[in-house]
């Protein structure tokens, strides 16, 4: 079998292994909230928001559009690329999976994308070792970076990476004080009982709109895994339907494995969650991702949902938010891209010496 095929089916497997982690790594961003209130059971929660991720999946690509093609050259782009920037997207996500941080699926895949094409372009350039332009301090007028359209990543990642989670806080906030001013004077009991029923919607919108983003993502790195192997025009960047049904079901099925490590951090680590917290939290969340996703942005649903719980801890009480760690949560942010971009930029240089895929780098 020829060396290009096998590198399209390993692709392929590969993204799907992604879209199955990032299920299972971001489940706790639509239910954490509702689990810790009680308002669902564990099993129920999880089953719930499968269905809605699958859901959420089938509409829209707008997303997959832009990490599948705006934001590195296509001259930049091969099958190995494309699988190192999913391999070194796995490994983090595993790593923050292991040690239940709530890090981002899609900044991951985004660090990885640009790692493992920045590698390719620096070998093609016959740079010295190329490393060099993942190390801080970058240095962008390197020849290298001509293939990142800079006014993407800037626009739809950077600024994203940090106005999303601003908003989650700001809205998460403001929803939660309008609700504790309008309603302060119903019994607790009574107050508690009602946001769980309304949890119930709030919690399906939030992983409806999960999948609206996240899915997407997956289904950019297989079409362009297409386009590149030439089974597909590249010209409107259109996503086969059979793409859209098998990222959606994989999400799905990831989404039900649970992840608990990571539910267990947002509904209970951060701060101790109420009925009217969690369906601040969630509603909050889910409006400012299904906004992204109208606009083809790839916003992380972890800082989102994160900020928002924040927002919410402050306003109820400051104190009442676990700062160590919410420094963790923080930290993993930060670390996602860069670490991404060196772990895929190192997978690639490994995997282009070896005798397998030694004449794939062109």
């Given at each position: ?67 599948g ?54 070998l ?18 390197h020849?290298?970076f ?6 993407n ?36 009991e ?44 590249g ?10 049904c ?18 267990k ?35 992380s ?18 104190s ?24 895929s ?7 282009l ?10």
């Amino acid at each position: 079998m020829d060396i290009t095929v096998v590198l399209l089916i390993l692709v392929i497997i590969v993204s799907l292994v992604f879209e199955y982690i990032n299920g299972f790594h971001d489940a706790a961003n639509a239910i954490s909230m509702a689990i810790s209130t009680k308002a669902l059971s564990p099993r129920y929660a999880i089953l719930y928001a499968a269905v809605l991720d699958f859901a959420g999946a089938l509409c829209g690509t707008h997303v997959a559009k832009t990490i599948g093609s705006g934001i590195v050259s296509p001259d930049s782009i091969t099958q190995l690329v494309i699988l190192c920037a999913l391999l070194g997207a796995i490994i983090w996500n595993l790593i923050t999976w292991w040690f239940g941080l709530p890090s981002s699926s899609s900044h991951a895949l985004i660090g990885g994308l640009l790692g493992a094409s920045l590698m390719h372009s620096s070998l093609l350039l016959g740079k010295p070792h190329p490393l060099i332009i993942t190390i801080p301090p970058l240095s962008f007028s390197h020849p290298s970076f001509a293939v990142v359209d800079m006014h993407n990543l800037i626009d739809k990642v950077l600024l994203p990476m940090i106005t999303s989670p601003l908003l989650g806080f700001a809205v998460g906030f403001l929803v939660v004080l309008v609700l504790l001013r309008f309603l302060h004077k119903i019994k607790p009991e009574i107050l508690n009982k009602r946001f769980r029923k309304m949890q119930l919607l709030s919690a399906g919108f939030l992983a409806f709109s999960h999948g609206s983003n996240d899915a997407q993502k997956t289904m950019g790195i297989i079409t362009l895994s297409l386009i590149t192997f030439g089974a597909l025009d590249g010209k409107n960047f259109d996503i086969p339907l059979w793409v859209i049904c098998l990222c959606a079901t994989t999400l799905a099925m990831g989404t039900m494995t649970g992840g608990m490590k990571i539910i267990k951090t947002l509904s209970s680590k951060v701060i101790k969650m109420k009925p009217p917290h969690g369906f601040s939290v969630e509603m909050a969340s889910a409006s400012i991702i299904l906004t992204a996703s109208h606009f083809g942005i790839p916003v992380s649903t972890t800082h989102i949902t994160s900020a928002a719980i924040m927002g919410v801890g402050s306003m109820v009480k400051c104190s009442a938010v676990k700062w160590g760690i919410v420094k963790n949560i923080v930290v993993a942010w930060i670390f996602t891209i860069p670490v991404t971009i060196i772990l895929s930029g190192s997978i690639y240089y490994v995997l282009l010496k070896s005798p397998m895929f030694c004449n794939c780098g062109g």
